[in-house]
């Protein structure tokens, strides 16, 4: 069974940091494109941070790629997204994905998804 199962979120004050992970079973990351995404309350999902397998390019949403950094230990099955100077608008639940390894930031293309894990940036 395929599953991915994040871990890390919570509440954090402004400018806060946090780093999410995301630990695979079930199947290896090494082969996959991996992705997080998030969804703000009465918002679309949108992509935070996109990793192809094929050459390795991660591609970050828009302004967050000065505080977002997205990484994967493949030893442990696990990705992860380190999060620094959160700010209110980052409030979201996060989600992350793995799909084909030439897939970047297309939803639809991501076959395996984990629950999400809940990120509140509130003083």
């Known amino acids: 069974q395929l599953q991915l199962v994040e871990s890390g979120g919570g509440l954090v004050h402004p400018g806060g940091s946090l780093r999410l992970s995301c630990a695979a079973s079930?199947?290896?990351?090494?082969?996959?494109?991996i992705a997080w995404f998030r969804q703000a309350p009465g918002k679309e999902r949108e992509a935070v941070a996109c990793?192809?397998?094929?050459?390795?390019?991660?591609m970050y949403g828009d302004s967050l790629r000065d505080r977002f950094i997205m990484s994967r230990d493949d030893a442990k099955n696990t990705m992860y997204l380190q999060m620094s100077n959160l700010k209110p608008e980052d409030t979201a639940v996060y989600y992350c994905?793995?799909?084909?390894?030439?897939?970047?930031?297309?939803?639809?293309?991501?076959?395996?998804w984990g629950q999400g894990t809940q990120v509140t940036v509130s003083s």
């Open positions: 990793e192809t397998r094929l050459n390795k390019l991660i």
């Open positions: 994905a793995a799909g084909p390894p030439t897939v970047v930031c297309l939803q639809a293309k991501y076959d395996s």
């Open positions: 079930g199947f290896s990351l090494v082969n996959y494109g």
